[in-house]
């Protein structure tokens, strides 16, 4: 096998592509090795990188977890006022409302954030489109000829630039309608609630209904900042056990490349001294009476010479 493709095999067998390669010489073995340990640096950079990030996600999963355990205890705090001031039966009652409130409240967010989204997307569409035309305008001043190779790739890439922004806007557009449909039935339910519990007791209840609703966004926030901690954290964890088990392939691969190696040179050396020759010794190098001239028969020539002797 030459250099070349001792080379090539290597990388086929670092692809996954293929099974080790014939490592019979130590510049196939060193071949072989540099290839496979090529990577070590960047798996190294990568598992020290997870640690580091594995470390930094826990420590803030916890500061979550504390903020999320007070969250939770206020707001059995602010439950028990509410039932020790109003009774249990009236917090019930007027639950409905401060749940369609913050129903109401949560959708306008998503309503405003669609609408935010969805302009966006207008204006990166209508830029898009001033490109393009202002690209074929150019085209169009230059002459009525052929294009060449540049300015076609330029008008095709003008114009998937326009079919993604439409894309994306038209996306956008469903989705802030979607929102706005949502914000509409939140708002027909807390009017339907209100009008359920007009009187004294809402508004005596509005204040601590309303630090009651804060407390519990405050409490969903922090478990959805610890779910998305968790991911990364997973993540993180995947990325440490995946360059683990890359470097372990690594040290294995390499270690039985080296046997190879040696089995190789055990192998030559055994054939070497069956027949008694060695790399650097030819065939043509083997003693005179081992090596016949051009066009003799050794045979004949041993029957002559038995024939000459008087002891035979």
């Known amino acids: 096998m030459s250099l070349q493709a001792g080379y090539a095999a290597v990388a086929a067998f670092s692809a996954g592509e293929a099974s080790l390669p014939a490592v019979n010489t130590l510049a196939e073995l060193e071949a072989f090795e540099e290839s496979m340990t090529s990577r070590v640096p960047t798996l190294l950079e990568a598992m020290n990188h ?17 903020r999320h355990q007070q969250q939770l205890d206020g707001l059995s705090v602010l439950q028990e006022g509410l039932f020790a001031r109003f009774g249990e039966q009236a917090v019930n009652r007027a639950r409905p409302f401060f749940k369609a409130s913050q129903d109401f409240e949560e959708a306008a967010q998503k309503a405003q954030a669609a609408l935010r989204d969805f302009s966006a997307s207008s204006s990166g569409l209508a830029q898009a489109k001033l490109d393009l ?17 540049r300015q076609q790739d330029s008008l095709a890439y003008a114009t998937e630039r326009v079919l993604q922004a439409q894309a994306c806007c038209d996306a956008q557009s469903a989705r802030h309608a979607g929102a706005v449909s949502q914000l509409h039935r939140a708002e027909t339910l807390l009017s ?10 809402l508004r005596h209840m509005a204040a601590a209904c309303r630090q009651l609703q804060q407390h519990a966004a405050g409490l969903k926030a922090e478990r959805l900042r610890m779910d998305a901690l968790g991911v990364r954290a997973r993540a993180a964890k995947e990325t440490y056990r995946r ?19 040696l089995d190789s040179q055990r192998r030559r050396q055994q054939e070497q001294a069956v027949f008694g020759l060695s790399e650097e010794e030819p065939a043509s190098s083997r003693p005179p009476e081992l090596c016949p001239e051009p066009g003799e028969d050794p045979a004949e020539e041993s029957k002559q010479h038995d024939a000459g002797n008087p002891f035979l």
């Open 243 to 261: 360059s683990l088990g890359e470097l372990d392939r690594i040290s294995t691969e390499v270690h039985k490349a080296r046997q190879a190696y």
């Open 192 to 201: 339907a609630q209100r009008k359920r519990l007009a009187g004294p007791l």
């Open 50 to 66: 997870a640690s580091d990030e594995v470390n930094s996600l826990d420590r803030q999963a916890g500061e979550a977890e504390q």
């Open 133 to 149: 035309a202002r690209i074929e305008e150019g085209f169009t001043q230059v002459g009525h000829g052929s294009l060449d190779q």
